[in-house]
């Protein structure tokens, strides 16, 4: 297959969540074609696991207007390396400080959405030994909720569970 030549970025939007660029291309066939994408911060997500338990967030979540019980998560910082984010987000949603980290390995890296997005999630494993009081930032209202083995399938198979933690839980179903 025939290369893809960049001609010319240029933002034509910024958002508090990402900016949107256009992009004009030359395509395998020669021909100038012009694109959208939106550059998003890469993020992160953990499958936690707490004994015979699996320690999780319920939130809000304002894409879907709905509360959820999900996997914790979060967006990386400019100049951040995913794995530091992690432990960032693991202490802000629930009191998990590193040193009650036993394990902690990368299930996955992943584009959530390569047709139109820049970004990449990392997902990890981690087992704790304990875990505290969560600090969110002001603007998240969660809570810590812990789910049983048993219930874990009910929680991820929901319709409104995110497809790439789906996959993350997939992804620790077939090294655990």
Known sequence: MNEWQIKEREVVMKTPIGSFVTTKKIDPAGVERKYISMQCPDWVCAVVEFGNEFLMVKQFRHGINRLIVEFPSGMVDAGEKAIDALYRELDEELGIKKENV??????????????????????????????????????????????????????VSADDFGLMMRLAWEMYKKRA
Do not use: W
Request: hydrophobic share 30%.
């Open 102 to 155: 036993l394990k902690c390995e990368q299930l996955y890296t992943g584009s959530p959405n390569p047709a139109f997005m820049e970004n990449r999630m990392t997902c990890y494993h981690v087992v704790i030994n304990g875990y505290g009081e969560n600090h969110p930032d002001e603007d998240e209202f969660l809570d810590q909720v812990l789910v049983s083995r048993a219930d874990m399938e009910k929680y």
